[in-house]
């Protein structure tokens, strides 16, 4: 079986558009100095939670 999605991740149904897409917790992440990332959805791009994390959100397109 093929992956159609090569980003693995959590999956999560936007809140404004309804699509379903990926996010993942990425680079490199330590304990302490923690900002907050938000989770954009790529379809609308609308702000769907955020996280505290010394990495970065990446969010992507879940293909049917």
Sequence with gaps: MTKK?????NKKV???CGE???WR????VWPGGKDRE???CPYCHAENGS?????AVIT???SE
Excluded: P, R
């Excluded at 999605?5 to 991740?9: A, D, K």
């Excluded at 917790?25 to 490199?28: L, P, Q, T």
């Excluded at 996280?51 to 990495?55: H, L």
């Design 5 to 9: 999605n090569s980003l693995e991740g």
């Design 60 to 62: 992507a397109k879940v």
């Design 20 to 22: 379903t897409f990926t």
């Design 38 to 40: 938000y989770i954009y």
């Design 25 to 28: 917790n990425s680079g490199d």
């Design 14 to 16: 936007c809140t404004e």
């Design 51 to 55: 996280i505290m994390t010394s990495g």
